[in-house]
Structures are given as structure tokens and as C-alpha cells.
């Protein structure tokens, strides 16, 4: 008769000595590869701002010499200082601040409280008027340029900041990623407890609904603060590069005569890049913390 006999699990001390630990909280550490694979993604990220600060350092008989160069040269705060007369830059970086700004506070608002209502709350044809907020995102921006322009002319908003932020003020997108994270973030139960408690819609929204998508609110407001930052195609038919210029607007006026100077194109560049570049480094910490707290389940 055969029989089987199954090796005694060793137990005690001893074997948990053997086996692997795992400490809460321990950070991981990735390998060489991984290290690897990040530093080429990282240079491959930086070149192009490193080319851009390359070229607006350098005169522009130097840029259309072969090779072209790849290090510094001496004349980048000569034509950083072009760059900012030429394009009245210091007009066009406060109106773009005042812009993107705008734009940024008014689609994280509007499309919280949207995102809110589709998500939670029970109305009529709600499922029909979601639908029809991601069909927007279908039609191509140009086909509205025309009568957009003809509305912003009979307003007489032409060559004004409102004719750049209106129009943008919300976004399908804004609205149907807020609906997302709500309808997993935010239990229906706090809602009712809320209520329960005699709190009004208002007062629901502002002390449980907006504390709960804080996340999704730093990840929205960072993305469209970045796009209409560097929003061309509305503002160059909506402004003019002497009225009230955005820095997408203003670079445009570098870029004229016979021989276009490069260099100070790229100088015109890099002083639109970085108050980005600014922002990042200020509130990086911030915006990573938040996504953070909206990934942490505990």
C-alpha cells in the first residue's frame, strides 16, 4: 500500500527567519534597467527644452551652419531681451496668466458641480444629456469657429480676453472625467448622512463633494491651466498681436520679415515655457500629493 507523506511545514523561529519580510510603508526600489529606462525617457523629455535654451543662446547665421550647435552660446539675455520688447511679452504673459487662470478655476468648478449631478443625483434625461456632453467631443473645433467669431463680433468682444475665455470657460471632458471619479470617490451614503443632517444642496457640495474630488480637481485644473496656456488656434483669430495678445499670439509677431531670426524665436519660446516650468516646480508637490491622497484607499 501506498502511501504519501508530506514534508512537516517548518514552523517556529527559525523559519521565520528564512522567509522574506515585508515592512509596511518600506519603499521599493526599482532595478538598473528600470533606472535605465527612466534616465533615457527623462533626456529624451528635456532635449527639447535644452535645445530650445541651445538655439536662443546662439546668433541665427550660427543655427543654419552644419552641425548645428550643441552647447551654449553668449548671446542668450541679448535676444531673451529682443524676444521681450518685440512681443511685448510682459503685456502678453499677465493676459495669458489672466486667461489660462480664468479657464482653469472655471472648468474645475463647473465641471465638479456637472460631474456631481450626472454622477449622484436623479433627474430626467439624465443618461440622454451625458451622451450628448461626449458627443461635443466628436465635432472638430473648427466647424464652431465661424459662427463663434460671428457671436463674438456681434458682442463686440473682438481683441478682448472674454472673447478667449468664455468659450472655454467648461469642458465635455471636464465634465465626463469628474463624473467618473464621483461616481467611485464619493459614496452615495455620505450624501444621504449629509442630508439626513440638514445640510442644503449647496452646503453638501461644498462640504463633502468638493473636499472628495480634491484629487481629480488638482489633476483637472493642472491639465487645462496647460491648454489654454498654450491654446493657439481660438486666440490667433480672436486677438490681435497689438490689442491684448496671449503668448501663443505674440510669438506669432516674431516669426515676420524677410529672414526670420531663429534665434530669437527660440528666446520668445523658452520665455513662454517658463512660467510653466515655474508653476511645475512650486506646485509640483502639491498636485503629486493630491493624486496620492486620491490613489490611497484606507
Do not use: C
Amino acid at each position: 500500500m501506498l502511501t504519501t507523506t508530506e514534508e512537516p511545514t517548518a514552523t517556529g523561529p527559525a523559519a521565520t527567519a528564512r522567509r522574506p519580510r515585508i515592512r509596511a510603508g518600506r519603499h521599493l526600489h526599482g532595478g538598473r534597467v528600470t533606472y535605465a529606462v527612466l534616465t533615457v525617457f527623462t533626456l529624451g523629455s528635456l532635449f527639447p527644452l535644452v535645445w530650445t535654451a541651445i538655439a536662443a543662446s546662439r546668433s541665427n547665421s550660427r543655427l543654419a551652419q552644419t552641425p548645428p550647435p550643441f552647447w551654449f552660446g553668449g548671446n542668450l539675455f541679448k535676444n531673451l531681451q529682443i524676444a521681450w520688447t518685440d512681443a511685448n511679452m510682459g503685456t502678453a504673459l499677465l493676459n495669458t496668466t489672466v486667461v489660462a487662470g480664468t479657464i482653469a478655476a472655471g472648468t474645475v468648478m463647473f465641471s465638479t458641480l456637472a460631474g456631481f449631478a450626472f454622477a449622484k443625483l436623479r433627474f430626467r434625461f439624465k443618461n440622454l444629456l451625458m451622451v450628448l456632453v461626449i458627443g461635443t467631443m466628436m465635432v472638430p473645433p473648427q466647424l464652431s469657429v465661424v459662427p463663434l467669431y460671428m457671436l463674438i463680433a456681434e458682442l463686440s468682444w473682438t481683441d478682448r480676453l472674454q472673447s478667449v475665455i468664455l468659450p472655454t470657460l467648461v469642458s465635455a471632458f471636464g465634465v465626463f472625467f469628474m463624473r467618473q471619479y464621483l461616481s467611485e470617490a464619493l459614496p452615495s451614503e455620505v450624501i444621504e448622512a449629509a442630508r439626513v443632517d440638514g445640510a442644503s444642496s449647496w452646503r453638501v457640495v461644498w462640504h463633502v463633494v468638493f473636499p472628495a474630488a480634491r484629487p481629480a480637481m488638482a489633476v483637472l485644473g493642472m491639465l487645462t491651466f496647460v491648454m489654454a496656456w498654450n491654446d493657439f488656434f481660438w486666440p490667433i483669430i480672436a486677438l490681435t498681436q497689438n490689442g491684448s495678445p496671449t503668448v501663443q499670439v505674440a510669438l506669432t509677431g516674431l516669426g515676420r520679415g524677410y529672414i526670420p531670426d531663429q534665434s530669437v524665436i527660440m528666446a520668445g519660446a523658452l520665455l513662454g515655457t517658463l512660467p510653466l516650468l515655474v508653476a511645475f516646480v512650486v506646485f509640483g508637490r502639491q498636485i503629486v500629493g493630491g493624486i496620492m491622497q486620491g490613489a490611497v484607499k484606507g
